[in-house]
């Protein structure tokens, strides 16, 4: 991998607009939403500059830390997030995110829904689905979709669509076909889906937005 973060950028945008060509999609169909959890401003600086606009982070109180200053240093710049929610921290992540990728809980609705009337923000948000059936991992039951869906819409969340972290170490095409299938079954358009190891197959499979993090800055500590 490059040294220089621009470099990085260009070989991932390289990648995405060749899935884009052969899956015969446009390159603007897909937002990259590059992962900087764990990097300091000075490793997204560069990337800043680049000119990418769209970053993820996991971790609400670091994002505070981060963010603020190179949000207003860079314009137009938006932040996802893309880790787990505590229903405790919603009026935070309302104020500083841009769209929430780990909707996947009722409590975390209601306390959403409290959070954007009491802010004033609407926020997009993914519901974030337990794809390969592990309970260790954040996301609803495939079962609960529908319910969690429902509730969503009642409290005026609004859903882009279904994001998913598939089992790890296997391949991961088959979840995100089934990731796919699911948002269309239930008319959503918006797909979170494929990470540094598999994001040309995601984009492939019907990602709207992928979240990469080690192939632009490197790896986490
Ligand atoms: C860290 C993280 C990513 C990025 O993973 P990489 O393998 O570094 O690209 C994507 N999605 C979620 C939910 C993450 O926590």
């Given at each position: 991998?490059?040294?220089?973060?621009?470099?990085?950028?260009?070989?991932?945008?390289?990648?995405?607009?060749?899935?884009?060509?052969?899956?015969?999609?446009?390159?603007?169909?897909?937002?990259?939403?590059?992962?900087?959890?764990?990097?300091?401003?000075?490793?997204?600086?560069?990337l800043?500059?680049?000119?990418?606009?769209?970053?993820?982070e996991?971790?609400?109180?670091?994002?505070?830390?981060?963010?603020?200053?190179?949000?207003?240093?860079?314009?137009?710049?938006?932040?996802?997030?893309?880790?787990?929610?505590?229903?405790?921290?919603?009026?935070?992540?309302?104020?500083?995110?841009?769209?929430?990728?780990?909707?996947?809980?009722?409590?975390?609705?209601?306390?959403?829904?409290?959070?954007?009337?009491?802010?004033?923000?609407?926020?997009?948000?993914?519901?974030q689905?337990?794809?390969?059936?592990?309970?260790?991992?954040g996301?609803?039951?495939?079962?609960?979709?529908?319910?969690?869906?429902?509730?969503?819409?009642?409290a005026?969340?609004?859903?882009?669509?279904?994001?998913?972290?598939?089992?790890?170490?296997?391949?991961?095409?088959?979840?995100?076909?089934?990731?796919?299938?699911?948002?269309?079954?239930?008319?959503?358009?918006?797909?979170?889906?494929?990470?540094?190891?598999?994001?040309?197959?995601?984009?492939?499979?019907?990602?709207?937005?992928?979240?990469?993090?080690?192939?632009?800055?490197?790896?986490?500590?």
């Amino acid at each position: 991998m490059s040294e220089n973060a621009t470099d990085r950028l260009d070989a991932v945008q390289a990648e995405i607009d060749k899935a884009c060509k052969i899956a015969r999609r446009k390159p603007e169909e897909v937002t990259l939403v590059a992962v900087s959890k764990t990097h300091p401003a000075r490793d997204i600086v560069p990337l800043l500059e680049a000119g990418q606009r769209v970053y993820g982070e996991n971790r609400v109180q670091e994002a505070q830390g981060k963010w603020p200053v190179l949000k207003e240093q860079f314009s137009e710049t938006q932040l996802h997030l893309v880790g787990q929610l505590q229903s405790n921290k919603a009026e935070d992540a309302a104020q500083l995110f841009d769209c929430i990728h780990s909707l996947d809980r009722p409590s975390l609705v209601k306390a959403l829904g409290k959070a954007f009337d009491k802010t004033g923000r609407q926020v997009p948000c993914f519901i974030q689905v337990d794809i390969g059936e592990e309970e260790q991992k954040g996301g609803c039951a495939i079962a609960d979709l529908p319910d969690l869906l429902e509730q969503a819409r009642a409290a005026d969340i609004p859903v882009l669509g279904l994001m998913c972290v598939p089992p790890f170490g296997i391949e991961s095409a088959p979840y995100f076909a089934l990731m796919a299938k699911i948002a269309d079954d239930h008319g959503l358009q918006g797909r979170s889906m494929g990470m540094s190891g598999d994001y040309p197959t995601a984009i492939m499979l019907g990602a709207t937005h992928i979240r990469v993090g080690t192939a632009l800055f490197g790896q986490r500590d």
